[in-house]
T-cell receptor, first 111, second 114 residues
Framework: SQKIEQNSEALNIQEGKTATLTCNYTNYSPAYLQWYRQDPGRGPVFLLLIRENEKEKRKERLKVTFDTTLKQSLFHITASQPADSATYLC??????????FGTGTRLLVSP | DAGITQSPRHKVTETGTPVTLRCHQTENHRYMYWYRQDPGHGLRLIHYSYGVKDTDKGEVSDGYSVSRSKTEDFLLTLESATSSQTSVYFCAIAGAGHDTGELFFGEGSRLTVL
C-alpha cells in the first residue's frame, strides 16, 4: 500500500540548533515533494517544493533534500527560533495537481 | 495571502441533517480542492475541481458531493451528516503555475456532527 510517514512524536530542540524532520514514503514515484507549515487552528502554508531531479533546495534558513532512491526527504531549519514552533507537513504529488499529505511532525523550539 | 474564504468557520449539526460548506476564491485559479483533517490521518482529499462544472473524487469521497458553478465558488455538501464526518475541512486552490502544484489553503471549517 502507499504510505507517507512522518515522525508522529514531537521534536523538541533548543533555540539556535538545527531541526531535522523526516518524510519517508513507499510505493509512490512523485515528480515533486513539498513541505508545509501549519499553526494550531490555521490552514497549512506552503514552504518549499523540490523536484525529483533536484537533490537539495534552500530558502533562507530552510533546506530540503530529496532522495528518490531512499524514498526520503529531510527538512532542516537552521538557527531555529521559538517562532518556528509548528507542525510541518510533507506532501507528494500523485497525479497532475493532486497532493497526498503526511500526518505531520510537531516541532517545539524552546528558548 | 491568497484570497480564499471558507464559510461557515464553525458549525454544529445533528446526525442526518444536510450541511453545505462554501469555499470562495478571488484568485481566478482553475484548481480547487476540499480536504478533511483528522488526528492520526493528516489531510485527506475529498473532492477536487479542475474547472467550472469539472470535478472528480479524491481518497475519501463517500458521503460527500461537490459543485462548482462559478470559477470562484466550490461547494462541499454532506447530504446526511454522520458523526464520522466530524472534522476540520480545508479548501485549497492550486497556484497559477502549471506544474508547481503548491496549494494555498483557507482557514478551515470546523464541523461537529452530534
Amino acid at each position: 500500500s502507499q504510505k507517507i510517514e512522518q515522525n508522529s512524536e514531537a521534536l523538541n530542540i533548543q533555540e539556535g540548533k538545527t531541526a531535522t524532520l523526516t518524510c519517508n514514503y513507499t510505493n509512490y514515484s512523485p515528480a515533486y515533494l513539498q513541505w508545509y507549515r501549519q499553526d494550531p487552528g490555521r490552514g497549512p502554508v506552503f514552504l518549499l517544493l523540490i523536484r525529483e531531479n533536484e537533490k537539495e533546495k534552500r530558502k533562507e534558513r530552510l533546506k530540503v533534500t530529496f532522495d528518490t532512491t531512499l524514498k526520503q526527504s529531510l527538512f532542516h531549519i537552521t538557527a531555529s527560533q521559538p517562532a518556528d514552533s509548528a507542525t510541518y507537513l510533507c506532501a507528494l504529488n500523485t497525479g497532475f495537481q493532486k497532493l497526498v499529505f503526511g500526518t505531520g511532525t510537531r516541532l517545539l523550539v524552546s528558548p | 495571502d491568497a484570497g480564499i474564504t471558507q464559510s461557515p468557520r464553525h458549525k454544529v449539526t445533528e446526525t442526518g441533517t444536510p450541511v453545505t460548506l462554501r469555499c470562495h476564491q478571488t484568485e481566478n485559479h482553475r484548481y480547487m480542492y476540499w480536504y478533511r483533517q483528522d488526528p492520526g490521518h493528516g489531510l485527506r482529499l475529498i473532492h477536487y475541481s479542475y474547472g467550472v462544472k469539472d470535478t472528480d473524487k479524491g481518497e475519501v469521497s463517500d458521503g460527500y458531493s461537490v459543485s462548482r458553478s462559478k470559477t470562484e465558488d466550490f461547494l462541499l455538501t454532506l447530504e446526511s451528516a454522520t458523526s464520522s464526518q466530524t472534522s476540520v475541512y480545508f479548501c485549497a486552490i492550486a497556484g497559477a503555475g502549471h506544474d508547481t502544484g503548491e496549494l494555498f489553503f483557507g482557514e478551515g471549517s470546523r464541523l461537529t456532527v452530534l
